[in-house]
């Protein structure tokens, strides 16, 4: 029977070889969408599940007062750990992460390039709370503060292939002086899906010492403090108890007080972490690089599966006469269902595999999309991935062939011979399955117009400042920011070279500001003199900073943006005072709007002048058709004076490049899924045509021989079908309308806005696509003898 089966399964396959190709390439491509998609999902999924412990570890969060809510940041102060050596019931581990940019070259090498590498300083137990596997060495020289552990690519930065344990590597420490370090083990890479990821680690002992670290005070804050707790019933007791240390830290911090601590699960953190403020451990991916994937890679499933039903529906009258003969023969409809649905599972089968070769391609793709994405088809030992296939297979196979199965089966015999079946286009099924693909692929193309159009409009926007000539330079630990400053001037082409602290593009810190009765959440910015002239921020009202002004202006000043006006309410701002934590601050100007980056909220904004001490990046204003030679000269300097750290400028038109690469890259998925819903859906589209013109092929051979025109045919063959398509627009163009919005609102606060044209262009497209289709098939039809459209039974 197995036998008879593959024969019957073979010849069909040969006799309906072109059906059978669109079929395995279209649910090919569309399997492979869906793969990248799990793939993509469980790397989310995924995340942490390589710490064995992960069940146990909580980690330690604070809370302060903003604005009259709660704010939840990541840090913690470097104080607790010690405190909590008294020990309370239910803690098993506690142990601290503190990570920093380093610079860090091989050790008795000066001519080996300088490298700024993320290196954590950890307790001694950290490897008995977090799990990384071990590449070569041990972990358990952790505890020795002279060893230091690599993580695999960092190692192979440095040494190549080759096994470097015993091997010495220097870091420089907060003043820019050599830490020379032996390297006691290397790990096994550490994928990005691990938030707690490092390129190296070491002893906590070795960054209290190299940054000068009082572990006692605590006004001293870490990334993060990390507890054990095997019994969850315990958590409620510990966190009252942590709280206890509430007022030692606000007397340590007047300035900066919190209002609780909290206990939080490594799991609840991972799914929160982009919303933790001060978060310095690392965050997972956004919802939207998510979400977005899943749902397209689902939505053009459906697409090929039902393509697949429609046509499989039209090869089905092909085989009325064997239907007949196997029913007369005995055959019963089990039988036939069985035959039938094996048929289409074969197929799906074939196109399972061709899935996993497109789906080679796609992954490597979409990994050069996102610089941290690391996914591969693995399927050694990996039973979930099999599983997902074996689903895979099962759900498109039922879905695909089920219909048509039944459909077939449900034939009489005699009825078959007698001629009683005609040919059918599907019926109301059939049309609701083009109205729903003729929908995604609508949808699947604004989505990819919308963010083809905000692609241009975050090149183009005004952003509030002029950065087309402005350059950035951080400093590092041990640098001479003066005479680095002095000598970036020497340059003619340079007009101006300033100092700060936080900068547009990189942010500041948040604070409540006070006027009289009312406060308002404002983003601070502790700038230098003159740096709003660097940046070309507009003023308004008042003055900026200046040299002439700037032994007054120090640390008693600030210029606001128009959103803190309106935000306090002021009609006369300049020579008012606002209060900031414990500072009396006078009003000097009002700036014009600006946008710190695509990726943040618009905030009001307060601009408050210090002294050179705390400000730590140099931004430089040069000739803009200079500004490549000047970024030259900036890194040969850096190189003269500071041979201990890796320069690391930018151009500002650059900073927000990460913001034009996700756009990009979501333009492009929604583009090659747009192509892929289009074709399917007009192989849909004219899989119907081609049945309804079969059906009426006499009908048109009569119209054809009175001297019907070719319009006249063409409008009465293409209007039901341009009918559904009509519909469509509606329902595709809301859709596309929705999806586009949510997608662009969850990624940039500011973005593109969805006009008319968003929405005309996608649908006019999908229309005239329809439209020439279903006209070519009509044209070639009527281009026959009328004679044969006459024969024809």
Known sequence: MFKTFLLLAFRNIQKNKFFVLVNVLGLGTTLACCIVAYLNHRFEADANTIHLNREKIYKVNVFREINGRDQRYGISPISLAPALEQRVAGIDQVVRFASNRVSMRRANDSDTEVLAQRVAFVDPNFFEVFTFPLKWGSISTISDVNSIILEAKTSKRFFGDNNPVGESITLFNGNGLPVEFTITGVLEEILFNSLVNF??????????????????????????????????ADVLNVENWINGFIEIQNKAREDWKITKYELMSLHAFTKASRDIWANWIGVNLHPAQIIGPLVMAILIMLLASFNYMNTSISIANTRLKEIGVRKAMGSSRRQLIVQFLGENALICFLALLVSLVIAIFLLDEYNKMWSYMELKMDFIGNIGFWIFLIFLLVFTSVLAGAYSAFYISSFKPVDVFKGNYKLKEGGWLSKILLWFQMTVSIVALIAGFVFTQNAKFQQTIDMGYDMDMVLLVPSAPGVDIRALKSAYESNPDIKNVVYTSNHIGWGGYSRTVELQDKKTEVRVMEVGTNYLDVM????????????????????????????????????????????????????????????????????????????????????????SALRRNV???????????????????MEQVNIDQESHDVNKHIKHINLFLAIVAIVLSL??????????????????????????????????????????????????????YYLSSMLLGSLWPVHVPISAISLAFPIALMLILSYVLISIKVYATMKKNPVESLRYE
């Open 199 to 232: 390129d190296a680690i070491t002893h906590i002992n070795n960054y209290i010492s190299m940054y000068e670290v009082d572990e006692l005070n605590w006004k001293n804050w870490i990334a993060g403090t990390f507890l054990t707790i095997s019994n969850p």
């Open 536 to 623: 070309g921020v507009r003023i308004k009202e008042g003055r900026g900073y200046s040299s002439e002004f700037e032994s007054s202006d120090v640390a008693n000043s600030v210029v606001i943006d128009k959103r803190t006006v309106d935000e306090l309410g002021l009609t006369d701002p300049i020579g008012q005072v606002i209060r900031l934590d414990t500072l009396n601050l006078k009003i000097i100007g009002v700036a014009d709007n600006f946008m710190m980056s695509f990726w943040d909220k618009p905030l009001p904004t307060i601009f408050w002048m210090r002294t050179i001490e705390p400000l730590y990046l140099l931004v430089v204003r040069a000739e």
């Open 631 to 649: 970024y030259d000269f900036l890194k040969t300097e850096w190189e003269k004076q500071v041979p201990h750290a890796p320069f690391s400028g």
């Open 683 to 736: 192989i849909a589209l004219y899989t119907l045509v081609s049945l309804n013109i079969l059906k009426r092929t006499k009908e048109i051979g009569v119209r054809t021989v009175l001297g019907s025109s070719q319009m006249g045919v063409n409008i009465l063959i293409s209007k039901p079908f341009l009918i559904i398509v009509g519909i469509s627009t509606i329902t595709g163009g809301a859709g596309g």
